[in-house]
């Protein structure tokens, strides 16, 4: 998964990939993956433009909720002719607005206290 390798650059840990454990394939998990240190980190992905509007499951929002550490990752730009951005949004349930329907839809992304990563075709991330 792209979003999944942006990730570990961004952490700086894409020469110990099994330090970023996926769990996509673990049902009921909550999250697409966790770190050395019992981080999770759920990965919404686009490959248009970044969205302002997520939506994340009941398993998600458990994890979110859990007491550990939970961060989303929301990486835009994934088209072929694009270059992508990965935003890395700590404790999301406190930092955006959250609009109740069967999910919960959190929304404000853009506005949130975020690290954002941009990445060119030609060199390794930059922050911003």
């Not at 961060?71 to 990965?86: I, R």
């Not at 999910?103 to 390794?124: C, D, H, M």
Request: proline share 5%; charged share 25%; aromatic share 6%.
């Amino acid at each position: 998964m792209v979003a999944l390798d942006l990730l570990r650059k961004v952490l700086g840990t894409e020469q110990e990939p099994e330090w970023l454990r996926d769990l996509r394939h673990r049902h009921g998990v909550g999250a697409n993956a966790v770190d050395g240190l019992d981080r999770f980190y759920e990965l919404k992905t686009t490959y248009g433009p970044e969205q302002d509007t997520v939506t994340l499951t009941a398993k998600e929002c458990e994890r979110a909720t859990s007491g550990a550490e939970f961060f989303l990752v929301v990486v835009s730009g994934l088209a072929a002719d694009s270059d992508p951005v990965l935003r890395l949004v700590p404790d999301p349930l406190h930092q955006l607005r959250i609009r109740p329907n069967r999910n919960v839809v959190l929304t404000g992304i853009k506005q949130s206290g975020s690290v954002i990563v941009e990445f060119g075709a030609s060199e390794g991330p930059e922050l911003s």
